[in-house]
């Protein structure tokens, strides 16, 4: 019997290892632009004005600034130019969806389909093939 697992064992480790040997000549890379994409650089545009963002596209210009890494601090200056702004409430509401209170849920950012419903998309080409605002400027390099 131990002799039998054994042998089954053996027989396992050419094709891993080969696998093993594929994985290293095929490696993914992914690139990433520092571009914005243009659903964010018209939310950033309009408080820029001191124009009114609505409130789906304040929540889609945060959300998306936090989970790029930003920091609270670094973020809520941009809507110091908004009509009705405050800034407690700003820093309470970006701590709010950082996860910092309660149950402590980082909010996502919405999907490029929900944020067309919103009227809040400004697709162009490079936006082809993403679902999220996150994924723009990211491109696969493979090296095989
Ligand atoms: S397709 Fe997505 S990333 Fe591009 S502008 Fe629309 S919402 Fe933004």
Redesign the pocket.
């Known amino acids: 019997m131990a002799r039998s697992f054994c042998l089954r064992q053996e027989s396992f480790k050419k094709p891993l290892d080969t696998l093993a040997s594929l994985a290293k000549k095929f490696t993914v890379q992914i690139v990433e632009t520092t571009e914005q994409?243009?659903?964010i650089k018209h939310a950033l545009e309009i408080l820029s004005k001191g124009e009114n963002l609505p409130h789906s596209g304040r929540f889609m210009l945060a959300t998306y600034l936090l989970n790029k890494g930003q920091a609270i601090e670094e973020i809520a200056p941009l809507f110091k130019n908004a009509p009705d702004y405050n800034e407690k409430i700003t820093l309470y509401q970006l701590k709010h969806l950082a996860g910092n209170f309660g149950s402590g849920t980082k909010y996502a950012c919405p999907s490029?389909e929900k944020?067309?419903s919103e009227n809040?998309?400004?697709?162009?080409p490079e936006?082809a093939n993403?679902i999220n605002?996150l994924q723009?400027g990211r491109k696969k390099i493979s090296n095989a």
């Open positions: 994409p243009p659903c490029c944020l067309k809040l998309c400004f697709a162009i936006c993403i605002p723009f």
